[in-house]
């Protein structure tokens, strides 16, 4: 009998299904330099620049357990809510920031016409959403013209639901445009995978040690 592991082979099908489903755009460099995700709008400047200069870092996010389970959520949610976000697709929005011209996109989770609903899988304690999320649901709205907003955190224990009251306004948008950063939050650098080659890195790094760089003869 073979023993080869199925991990392999399950893990492989699913970063398949998930890069061709929404990454697939980056990996072709069939993007431009005005034209951005809602999602990278939102942050690190630095990070989406190496993103998309060495895309297939993307896929060694995908590896952690956590990420998996996030991934077949979205994608369970997504079809079963098939019906009622039939329309729902990839939505784009124009705006001009000091005379250039930009493209936002973005893919909501739920849009069904009137609301906006945008699904988390996290294994932490969730006391009040993460402004960054509350950021992208009223995004979405700025983008989709949705009348209502949620965020929808998924955890081992509960669900919480917030209700996120208004869209973002045209000069919200201009301005996360205008005013991108490196990083947004200095936060963002201790999780970052980049954090080792970037000029840019607010997280602290690692002393090093005189015996790491002792060479044997
Ligand atoms: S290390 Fe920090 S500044 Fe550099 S790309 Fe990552 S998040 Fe951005």
């Known amino acids: 009998m073979r023993s080869d592991m199925i991990t392999h082979y399950i893990l492989k099908k699913i970063h398949h299904y998930y890069i061709n489903k929404y990454f697939s755009w ?10 951005y995700a809602v999602y990278e709008i939102l942050e690190c400047r630095a990070k989406v620049q190496f993103t998309r200069a060495l895309p297939f870092t993307i896929a060694s ?8 389970v996030g991934m077949l959520l979205h994608e369970g ?4 809510f098939e019906d ?20 936002i996109n973005g893919w909501p989770d ?14 932490h304690v969730v006391r009040e959403p993460d402004q960054r999320h509350v950021k992208q649901v009223r995004m979405y709205m700025w983008l989709t013209g949705a009348k209502e907003g949620y965020l ?4 081992p224990r509960r669900v919480h639901e917030f209700k996120v009251r208004e869209p973002m306004t045209d ?3 201009a301005d996360l445009v205008r005013n991108w950063t490196s990083p947004r939050d200095p936060a963002e650098c201790t999780q970052c995978m980049f954090r080792n080659i970037c000029p840019y890195c607010k997280a602290g790094v ?9 060479v044997e003869a």
């Open 152 to 155: 929808l955190y998924i955890t």
């Open 77 to 80: 949610f997504s079809v079963i």
């Open 26 to 35: 980056l990996m072709s460099e069939q993007y431009r330099s005005d034209t």
């Open 171 to 173: 000069e919200e948008v």
């Open 110 to 123: 739920y849009y069904d016409g009137t609301r906006v609903i945008e699904l988390k899988f996290t294994t």
């Open 61 to 68: 996010n995908m590896v952690q357990p956590s990420s998996i």
């Open 84 to 103: 009622e976000c039939r329309d729902n697709r990839v939505f784009s929005k124009s705006i001009v920031v000091d005379d250039r011209e930009y493209t």
């Open 206 to 214: 690692p002393e090093y040690k005189q015996t790491e760089a002792r």
